[in-house]
């Protein structure tokens, strides 16, 4: 299809090219060709690793050995000044839709959206992504692994779906839809619907691999059916956000890496980046902050429980890689592998710091405002990074992992947020074997160049609707050159009031939030210290010369604000708490505020933020089942999972309530009577004290309105179960009891249905505040 216009997509049907006669015999057939690329368009490989700092990978210098991303390097290009947003949902949106975050409608994350068209986090139509793209030119297309871009609010079975990613143009999507998910109960979707892994932990599941399979399944068997047709693949594995999932005989390589400190580990990284060429000779290595403890300091016990906590990530990224290499190993044994470009990208932002300052292996109870103790942790050290644990490293790790640079994930107004290492290879395109590329680019550039080495254009129009024209500009003449003119000679970055802007070798920038303190708001933007670094000569951010050159500072807040406006940036917020509580479209459009609500059988995988809310409250749930074997066993309804939860299940005959307070607790109430064969009532009634947050409670368990038994349990969970989900028949993802194995299916039963009814919250206004501050803390570490 050479002349075709691929302005407009999809492309215009075709004229039939064939004779229509009165009848066959004097007519000719002719089948319309397919869309399809310009001949030599190439297949392409994306891979997204998730919170990498600039400084952990070997490949760049860091500790953690990556050996697929050095063979990769080694056969194409390092990027030492690539950029993301510092924050991984807007990192995202930016990477498939080749436009500033704020310009396609992600100024952050959907759990923090407000109504302001660049902070709804609803995507819209005028910024087609390159599935789409791709796609309507004849390309198959495919996204693996973690999706953060469709807004919380319609990730359930009510839909819409026009922003999952087969409503976004892939062909075929297979993962998650969150900040992040459980590597051995994940929580996942297969297109839109809800599936469950075809193997347990014990049997040696993990999600890494799973969808490491399923990627090269799709590649091949796509080649197969059509091997002439080119392949885009988006391959985003959850690795490394927390929780840090890594089997055993991954992290065990590690044993005593990490026990000289984070202070000793960043400054041989450094070394490593300088001999290297990495960075230039000439670097400096930033200084330790305040909020970073003296590893000297610390006791024995820290010392040995955060030399584990890194020691699991750094066999978590590891495994990461090795999965990458499986990869990209059957990627180039196929037999158009020269014409392949292969992008891997580590890291969406900067190592992330939202383990806080000592670690947790309970990642969900410390989110819920429960610390966990040093000496708690410590009792879990032989399982860190297994099934039963949420591990995240403490935030010098962090800092660590960010060498040479400053700051951390969220902090978009320095390097240690925004710059990430990238890989290039292309065997077709790109001749330059292991070289290094210092030139200034960002997210935004990927698309446009995927489009300039296909020969496409960037539409003007995609279902009728104009674009928006590309943010990004190709970087496909650094392949050639290392010396290659400057691609992008200006660029703003904004992230929580965080913000700084680049321009052709300078940058300022004005840091504003913390991010372990995003329940502080400071506002008065103008009061904020802006510093100039002029990065052409000071790689790091290491010498701030805004005092002897405050009219440059003047000038540079200039473009800034143009920039700001010209890409939607405003209006600034830095509220946390107060975005998080501010009300979000419903499911469906339903009443946000409601207290009934009725399921049937067959309902799964609800997403918590879906379901009954029934923390802080008193509430009932009845349930209709039919006993028709009269030997019903299995699992009725489950809400939450391993981190905490609840579950009414019928376990040797008799139904049961089982309450999960963080593993710490657990409430079991065990019917006196056994469940009658034939249809029955079983309610629960849940008696709640009351008089503030996570209070205690009594629950009454009612067969055909008899009582068969109670108890009491002294805390609640006031805040978020967890990552887990909401279902009906069976316990999905991570077990909320510990007395039976997921997912404990109902069998010899039929639910006909059930009704949940929540009584009034009754909270005061510092309770309601209090509330939403712990929905803040677990809804920050799941970016």
């Not at 210092?438 to 489009?451: E, S």
Request: charged residues 25%; proline residues 8%; contains cysteine.
């Amino acid at each position: 299809m050479p002349d075709i216009d691929r302005t407009h997509l999809p492309l215009p049907e075709p004229a039939f090219t064939g004779k229509i006669g009165k009848t066959y015999q004097e007519s000719e057939s002719a089948w319309p060709p397919l869309p399809a690329p310009s001949t030599g368009a190439p297949n392409v490989l994306l891979i997204l690793l998730d919170d990498v700092g600039f400084g952990q990978a070997s490949t760049f210098g860091g500790p953690v050995p990556t050996p697929a991303l050095d063979r990769l390097a080694a056969e194409g290009l390092r990027y030492t000044r690539f950029h993301t947003t510092a924050i991984c949902g807007p990192s995202r949106a930016a990477l498939i839709t080749g436009r500033n975050h704020h310009n396609c409608g992600t100024g952050f994350l959907s759990e923090w959206a407000t109504g302001f068209p660049s902070y709804n986090n609803m995507m819209p139509q005028s910024t087609a992504t390159v599935g789409r793209i791709l796609k309507d030119n004849g390309y198959a297309t495919s996204w693996f692994g973690k999706n953060h871009n469709t807004p919380d609010w319609e990730s359930s079975v009510a839909g819409p779906f026009d922003r999952w990613p087969t409503g976004m143009g892939f062909d075929y999507f297979y993962g998650f839809i969150a900040g992040e998910t459980h590597q051995y109960y994940p929580v996942l979707f297969e297109n839109t619907v809800a599936v469950e892994p075809d193997r347990s932990p014990e049997e040696g599941y993990h999600f890494m691999e799973d969808m490491t399979d399923r990627a090269i399944n799709w590649i091949r068997y796509s080649k197969s059916v059509a091997p002439d047709k080119p392949y885009f693949c988006y391959f985003a594995p959850g690795a490394a956000h927390a929780p840090h999932h890594a089997p055993a005989e991954w992290r065990d390589k590690f044993k005593g890496e990490f026990d000289h400190g984070w202070e000793k580990v960043r400054a041989e990284t450094y070394q490593r980046q300088l001999d290297k060429g990495i960075i230039p000779p000439a670097t400096a290595l930033t200084p330790k902050p305040d909020w970073v403890q003296d590893w000297d300091g610390l006791s024995a016990d820290e010392k040995k429980l955060f030399a584990r906590f890194m020691e699991n990530f750094a066999g978590y990224l590891a495994y990461a890689d090795d999965e990458c290499g499986r990869l990209i190993d059957a990627v180039q044994a196929m037999p158009d592998a020269d014409n392949t470009i292969i992008l891997y990208i580590v890291g969406d932002n900067g190592a992330s710091s939202e383990g806080g300052m000592t670690g947790t292996v309970n990642e969900v109870m410390n989110l819920n405002g429960i610390p966990s103790s040093i000496a708690d942790n410590l009792e879990a050290y032989d399982k860190i990074g297994g099934r039963d644990t949420e591990p995240h490293y403490p935030l010098g790790w962090a800092w660590c992992g960010n060498a040479p640079f400053q700051w951390v994930k969220q902090v978009a107004s320095h390097f240690g947020g925004s710059r990430n290492p990238m890989v290039i290879s292309w065997p077709k395109g790109i001749t330059d074997k292991g070289g290094i590329r210092p030139q200034f680019c960002h997210l935004i550039d990927i698309v446009p160049t995927l489009l300039d080495a296909a020969g496409i254009p960037a539409p003007s129009h995609v279902n009728g609707v104009t674009q928006k024209p590309m943010d990004g500009v190709s970087i496909r003449s650094t392949f050639a050159a290392a010396d290659a003119h400057a691609v992008r000679e200006r660029q703003y970055f904004e992230v929580f009031s965080n913000r700084a802007i680049y321009d052709r070798g300078w940058i300022a920038c004005a840091q504003h939030t913390l991010p372990w303190r995003q329940d502080f708001a400071p506002g008065h933007w103008e009061k904020d210290k802006w510093e100039l670094y002029h990065i052409d000569e000071d790689f790091s951010e290491a010498n701030d010369l805004a005092a002897q050159h405050p009219e440059k500072v003047e000038a540079m807040k200039r473009i800034f604000d143009e920039e700001a406006e010209k890409y939607h940036v405003y209006p600034l917020d830095d509220r946390g708490a107060g975005r998080l509580a501010e009300p979000k479209p419903s499911p469906g459009g339903a009443d946000p505020n409601r207290t009934e609500f009725t399921y049937y059988e067959g309902a799964a995988r609800l997403p918590e933020t879906a379901a009954p809310n029934t923390k802080n409250r008193s509430h009932s749930i009845r349930i209709e089942i039919d006993n028709f074997s009269g030997t019903a066993e299995g699992v009725l309804l489950a809400a939450g999972g391993g981190s905490a939860g609840y579950a009414l299940y019928v376990q040797d005959g008799n139904p049961v309530y089982h309450y999960n307070f963080f593993e710490k607790t657990r409430l079991n109430v065990v019917s006196s009577k056994p469940l009658p064969k034939g249809k029955s009532l079983l309610e629960l009634a849940f008696a709640y004290d009351g008089g503030g947050l996570g209070k205690g409670g009594e629950a009454i368990l009612l067969l055909d309105g008899e009582e068969v038994g109670r108890g009491r349990i002294e805390r609640t969970v006031a805040g978020r179960f967890g990552i887990d989900t909401f279902g009906l028949g069976a316990d999905s993802g991570s077990p909320v009891s510990d007395a039976y194995k997921p997912p404990f299916p109902l069998k010899g039963a039929r639910i006909g249905r059930v009704d949940i009814k929540l009584a009034p919250r009754n909270l005061s206004q510092s309770e309601e505040d209090e509330l939403q501050e712990r929905y803040l803390a677990f809804a920050q570490h799941i970016e």
